[in-house]
């Protein structure tokens, strides 16, 4: 079996904006997104890093990297799903978020993960 489906990890990512935290007339909106991860390959693997390029409307971008997701690594076998929820504020009412993960398979070889871009935005800001 070819390489690229014994690492192979879906990433599907939907986000919410998060009103009660937000303050338009500060420029600051917040975001909830929610990411579920699951193993589509045939080789174990563990989530080890991320790396998010958030850019909002006035192309202002911010990367963020780190271990693992909200604090943990996990390992997913075949066809396990993981899913976590987290935030992002940024200055304008609409942005898009995208990034990977890099993944350690349990065979030892590491790959990454696309996290396809995704919308935030306030409701009723895009038609």
Not at 68 to 77: I, R
Not at 87 to 92: N, Q, R
């Amino acid at each position: 079996m070819a390489d690229s489906k014994r690492y192979e990890v879906t990433v599907v990512p939907k986000a919410q904006y998060v009103a009660e935290q937000s303050d338009p007339e500060r420029n600051h909106f917040v975001f909830a997104y929610t990411v579920r991860i699951t193993n589509t390959g045939t080789v174990a693997a563990r989530l080890v890093s991320r790396h998010w390029v958030i850019t909002d409307a006035d192309e202002r971008v911010q990367e963020v990297k780190g271990a693992g997701v909200v604090g943990q690594q996990p390992t997913l076998k075949p066809g396990e799903t993981f899913e976590y929820t987290s935030g992002a504020s940024i200055a304008t009412a609409v942005g898009t978020m995208r990034g990977t993960y890099r993944m350690l398979a349990e065979d030892g070889q590491p790959f990454d993960a696309a996290i396809p871009q995704f919308t935030l935005s306030v409701p009723r800001t895009l038609h």
